[in-house]
């Protein structure tokens, strides 16, 4: 059994339906999926170190702590819910994230990486929630869609310049894009003099 035949056994989940994240190529599939468990992990350990703010009183950052940890435990449950076997209610969970859309999860992701960063500010919580951005942002990217290739997208062009429109059963007319209207419709040039002379003279 392959390298990737393993990592795909590990992250596969049973009667699991097929989702928008299984268009993508297999490489950028679990490289994003992957960014995010590391991602997770280190939201769960640095939010751990910044609750121990408690010690000093820092209010701000224990509770940016805490959301750290509970980041770091959702974001482990929706990327590798094989981590959470146990719990039946979180593979259910990842099942219907991975049936959203994928710029659902690139918003949630986002969105919850900041809340940590406002409330305690440094490294400690810029660094795993950077991640956790990060992989948001790429559900965001693969949200987009694949980019189509050079002649799809100069036959888009030719299309959209010149179409036909049939008007009555032998007769054909053609119409053009808004841009070579404006040229059709320009004014003819006309000679004017200069400024303070008289252009009828």
């Known amino acids: 059994m392959s390298f990737t035949e393993k990592l795909t056994s590990l992250m596969s989940r049973p009667n699991q339906q097929p989702g928008p994240l299984d268009e993508q190529p ?35 950052c224990l509770i940016g702590g805490i959301l750290q940890v509970l980041i770091g435990f959702i974001v482990m449950a929706l990327e590798a819910p094989c981590c959470f076997f146990c719990i039946d209610h979180v593979n259910n969970l990842a099942l219907w994230t991975d049936a959203r859309p994928l710029w659902n999860r690139a918003a949630f992701y986002c969105v919850l990486a900041l809340l940590p960063v406002f409330l305690c500010f440094g490294l400690g919580s810029l660094f795993p929630c950077a991640l956790v951005f990060g992989t948001g942002v790429l559900y965001g990217m693969m949200g987009l869609g694949k980019k189509a290739s050079m002649d799809e997208m ?48």
């Open 26 to 60: 297999i490489y950028i599939k679990y490289g994003v999926r992957f960014l995010g468990i590391v991602g997770a992990f280190f939201c769960i350990l640095f939010g751990l170190f910044n609750a121990l703010a408690v010690i000093t009183f820092n209010v701000s």
């Open 154 to 201: 100069r036959q888009a062009a030719v299309n959209s310049g010149i179409t036909g429109v049939t008007v009555a059963p032998n007769m054909t007319t053609t119409t053009t894009s808004d841009r070579a209207g404006i040229i059709n419709n320009a004014q003819p040039f006309s000679f004017t003099g200069g400024v303070g002379t008289d252009s009828n003279v």
